[in-house]
């Protein structure tokens, strides 16, 4: 089974420029979740997609971050413009539905560590 | 409000010597435990799932317990190989977000040749 793919999976820019980050979920996993993880910290969500609708966005900064799901499958998280705190490893997760019994948890790709200067 | 906490922040072991990292959580509606181990540069790679007090999961060197408040992770005879962060998140009975997950800040495991 592919696991979570994302890229790139290093990104280096200047604070006011923006910034993309891809992910393609596993095949079947109709639940897609954003984390950031900043140094020495566990992830915090961002953002919860259950097929192409945002579930859950209570945590995502929505002045300067946003995210989609086309057609249920790859997503994107964009962030315009970046602050020098947004520094940080952005994990791309996915899942099962939330009506089916999780045993593995998330799914998490490896990563893509921003930072900002 | 949900929190889940993590203890010790880091410890290093000497190869072969056994420990033990805490997992405590006050989650309402407790749907599952999890343990994580997270490589540098990588992304969080599961380990075990507990969902009830008193159960236990185990994976070679590793065995993971559960009681009402809190998650054990023990470490037998400790290779090099196991150094990592090791995480802990729990899955609250949130009813609209279904799988929302509260991470703790993790342990990161040195074990010494």
């Not at chain 1, 280096?12 to 639940?31: D, L, M």
């Amino acid at each position: 089974e592919a696991g979570v793919a994302q890229s790139p999976r290093y990104k280096i820019i200047e604070k006011r420029q923006s910034v993309a980050f891809w992910c393609n979920p596993i095949s079947g996993h109709a639940t897609l979740y954003w984390y950031q993880q900043i140094l020495g910290q566990g992830p915090k969500l961002l953002i919860q997609f259950q097929n192409n609708g945002v579930v859950d966005d209570s945590q995502l900064p929505k002045d300067r971050f946003s995210a989609e799901r086309l057609k249920g499958v790859d997503s994107t998280l964009k962030i315009q413009p970046a602050k020098l705190e947004d520094s940080a490893v952005y994990l791309c997760a996915s899942s099962l539905p939330r009506a089916v019994q999780v045993p593995y948890g998330y799914t998490f790709g490896s990563g893509t560590r921003l930072t900002v200067v | 409000e949900d929190q889940v906490t993590q203890s010790p922040e880091a410890l290093r072991l000497q190869e072969g010597e056994s420990s033990s990292l805490n997992c405590s959580y006050t989650v309402s509606g407790l749907r599952g435990l999890f343990w994580y181990r997270q490589d540098p540069g990588k992304g969080p790679e599961f380990l075990f799932t507990l969902y009830s007090a008193g159960e236990e999961k185990e994976k070679e060197r590793l065995k993971a317990t559960l009681t009402k408040k809190e998650s054990f992770l023990h470490i037998t005879a400790p290779k090099p190989e196991d150094s990592a962060t090791y995480l802990c998140a729990v899955q609250a009975s949130v009813q609209l977000t279904g799988n929302q997950f509260y991470f703790g800040t993790g342990t990161s495991l040195t074990v010494i040749p």
